[in-house]
């Protein structure tokens, strides 16, 4: 599987703010993927990551709340703007192939909003 | 209903029993399946996809009842290693990736 690395691996930010975060993968992955774990929560998906076109966002997420980034096939970066404590979560990449049946996960990204 | 649902859990076992978890999806048209499994303040990693026949890994069984829209994992033999939060996963999508995540079931292995 690919490796895949995100930063930063942890922050706590100020109300108001916005992150940015960003994952990297060592190899071309057609699909990369944003997902949020709250507390206690399983997984939801954000977005799917496109490259060279706009993100493609599920029910509940809108653009210029988690504005996302795939410049290539190896990048991606998912902004969390004006943030509120509702926004501390576990932030996951992960990237899949259109014809792989499974996808991975970055180590994710910490967020606490005070 | 949601459209994966598992074991509430928790489930504190001792070392050495076997234990089962089972999990339920509403999409009779999903495609593949999976068992991920995350431990404390780390990112899923992906345990073992299930399929119709059954597969076995190790002390790790996973089963499919399409018919059912039923999935389960018995770990055979539990490790004080295998404590973590087991999640049920399901792909929906026909072409592609639409992956769909259960609450997952907690597991504590006692010594």
């Known amino acids: 599987s690919a490796v895949i690395s995100q930063k930063p691996s942890r922050d706590i930010c100020q109300r108001g703010t916005s992150l940015t975060i960003q994952c990297q993968v060592d190899s071309q992955v057609t699909m990369m993927f944003w997902y949020r774990q709250q507390p206690g929560q399983s997984l939801t998906l954000i977005a799917t990551?496109?490259?060279?076109?706009?993100?493609?966002?599920e029910s509940g997420f809108v653009i210029d709340k988690f504005p996302i980034s795939r410049p290539n096939l190896t990048f991606s970066t998912l902004t969390v703007s004006n943030m509120s404590p509702e926004d501390s979560s576990i932030y996951l990449c992960s990237v899949g192939d259109r014809n792989s049946v499974t996808i991975y996960f970055g180590e994710g990204s910490w967020l606490t909003v005070v | 209903r949601k459209e994966v649902e598992q074991d509430p859990g928790p489930f504190n076992v001792p070392e050495g029993a076997t234990v089962a978890f089972n999990c339920t999806y509403s999409n009779s048209a999903s495609q593949s399946f999976f068992w991920y499994r995350q431990d404390c303040r780390k990112e899923p990693k992906l345990l073992m996809s299930?399929?119709?026949s059954g597969n076995e890994d190790g002390r790790f069984t996973a089963q499919l009842n399409r018919a059912s829209q039923y999935i389960s994992l018995l770990i055979r033999d539990s490790k004080l290693s295998d404590s973590a939060t087991y999640l049920c996963v399901v792909n929906d999508a026909n072409y592609g990736q639409n992956f769909v995540f259960g609450p997952g079931t907690r597991l504590s292995v006692l010594p």
């Open positions: 299930v399929y119709s």
């Open positions: 990551a496109n490259q060279g076109s706009e993100a493609t966002y």
